[in-house]
């Protein structure tokens, strides 16, 4: 009853429809006044003559900016601005805009979250867990390792905010068990260790593919609106850079937790007849697992082989280049598609009327709110291109052509890490990404070399609870002091700076076919329409 109670009150912490997020801050009124101020200022002026829309443009970004930041209002209100300012303002015409609140990045999020919700909804996800940590078993620390394992592999694929919320019981009732056997004060390094590892873990996880994080997707899709001509991300090519990165930080993260901040009293020992109590409780496999679970790793599959993998020495072929029209086929594609099979397959579950997925299952629970936050990082791009701000951003940076790589990627890490403990990691990477990509043609560098790092150092936000919805979610039960999370969180900050910088110099840009010392012929902004 008490873990009942407890994933009850998780759930209202994580809601952004919480009664609480009515009553505003004061961060949210500063916001509310400052956005509107600075846009009428930067509207009155005049940052490129002979080309007012760029001053229009500008004025735009900033107030979704501001807002996004202090939030104001609902991120995702804030992101259908450019929906009526576009046109009001002479950037964009309605029917232009519009269409980019949905798009392929849109449809491989909407199949990757139908499938994640189809494994939630026969607890697939939770065998998936609990049979990961059964099988480490051993002490304090392997049982440590087991639960960042299985949380990090599970947000890999579906919400990290839904792993954290499933993992987080499981945890409790493992430290419920051992603060009765040994005490609150012996076990506190224990519950400390377990809901990090589980909060640390999902954000790691989430790095790994590209639908584990929405900065990821975001990635996607504003790099196809900035550069048009250039060969698309695809998903294979992401988990070649993501998956390492992750087994890494995921590594660093374990011995942060167990042999250095909070080790377990060799005294404590965990009783294994625990985790194997609650597997069991789950009985046998049903149908609709093993259905869910070949739909799950077939999809994987497709994704990951869907096009030709360069590994230097070899090249993987795709299994797109067999069928007619292979260049019609994305990521998208393929999620939809298998999506669309949950709803062709009846349930066997007895007094059970509706297919593995249902419309009452997908129609309630469904990310709006995410989706529009993405449309409207997707029009912030769209708007920097026509008008040209993205080149008189660039144009002011022109003095960094001199700056090595692996210190402009380092400086990039650092700034996105340490701004996205303050803020939602999408709306950041929606706002720096469309900047990133205007230096990055200034400059001469490839886009990729600063766009990728930036993204995947917007997951690595480890110090403060409000800084990624997994780490609210474990602050949430009451294990962990704030003091404690950001003590580790900021080496771990640190560490994911340093790795995402060397893995991507020395992996990333092979697996991307970048060569730092040419920039390739699509790397240009588009010319302004205005």
Not at 59 to 78: C, D, N, R
Not at 83 to 88: A, I, K, T
Not at 117 to 139: C, F, N, Q, S, V
């Amino acid at each position: 009853m008490a873990i009942k109670n407890l994933l009850s009150l998780l759930k209202e912490l994580s809601s952004q429809q919480s009664v609480y997020a009515f009553r505003f801050s004061r961060t949210q009124r500063a916001g509310l006044i400052l956005g509107p101020v600075t846009f009428l200022a930067i509207i009155f002026s005049d940052l490129d003559p002979g080309n007012p829309a760029t001053t229009r443009m500008a004025a735009v970004a900033l107030l979704m900016f501001i807002w996004w930041i202090t939030e104001a209002i609902p991120l995702f209100t804030t992101a259908l601005l450019p929906l009526v300012l576009f046109p009001f303002l002479g950037i964009e015409r309605g029917e232009i805009t519009a269409p980019l609140y949905f798009n392929s990045t849109i449809a491989l999020f909407m199949g990757g979250f139908m499938i994640a919700l189809t494994m939630e909804k026969w607890d697939l996800h939770r065998r998936i867990a609990l049979k990961i940590i059964r099988e480490m078993g051993g002490g304090p620390s392997q049982i440590i390792f087991g639960f960042m394992i299985a949380a990090a592999f599970l947000s890999m694929w579906i919400s990290n905010t839904a792993t954290a919320m499933m993992m987080v019981p499981i945890g409790l009732a493992i430290i419920l068990e051992m603060e009765n056997e040994h005490g609150v004060d012996d076990t506190h390094n224990f519950s400390v260790g377990v809901m990090l590892a589980i909060g640390f873990a999902c954000s790691v996880g989430g790095m790994a593919t590209l639908v584990g994080t929405p900065p990821n997707l975001v990635l996607v899709r504003i790099f196809q609106i900035m550069f048009p001509n250039a060969p698309a991300i695809s998903f294979g090519q992401w988990i070649l850079l993501g998956f390492p990165i992750s087994v890494i930080m995921l590594g660093i993260a374990w011995l942060l937790i167990t042999k250095i901040f909070f080790r377990v009293p060799k005294h404590i020992t965990v009783d294994n007849d625990l985790v194997e109590k609650q597997y069991l409780a789950l009985g046998p496999p049903t149908y609709e697992e093993k259905t869910v679970l070949a739909v799950f790793v077939t999809t994987a599959l497709l994704w990951v082989f869907r096009v030709p993998i360069q590994l230097g020495f070899i090249t993987i072929p795709g299994w797109s280049q067999l069928i007619p029209f292979p260049g019609l086929i994305d990521d998208g594609t393929i999620a939809i598609a298998m999506s669309i099979i949950l709803f062709l397959i009846p349930s066997r579950t007895p007094g059970t009327a509706y297919p593995t997925l249902a419309g009452k299952d997908l129609i309630p629970r469904l990310p709006w709110n995410i989706m529009l936050i993405f449309g409207g990082g997707f029009a912030l791009a769209h708007g920097f291109t026509v008008t040209g701000l993205s080149v008189l951003i660039g144009n002011q940076f022109s003095g960094l052509t001199q700056i090595s790589p692996i210190v402009m990627i380092i400086s990039v890490c650092l700034t996105l890490t340490f701004l996205t403990e303050m803020s939602s990691n999408t709306a950041t990477t929606e706002m720096i990404l469309p900047i990133l990509a205007s230096v990055a043609v200034i400059t001469n560098t490839h886009p990729l070399m600063l766009m990728i790092p930036a993204t995947l150092a917007a997951s690595c936000a480890f110090m403060m609870p409000v800084a990624t919805p997994p780490n609210a979610i474990i602050f949430g039960s009451n294990r962990v002091r704030i003091f404690e999370m950001a003590k580790i969180g900021f080496f771990l900050n640190l560490a994911g700076i340093l790795v995402i910088s060397f893995v991507f110099i020395f992996l990333g840009t092979t697996v991307f076919g970048i060569d730092t010392g040419i920039t390739p012929e699509w790397a240009t902004l588009g010319e302004t329409r205005h």
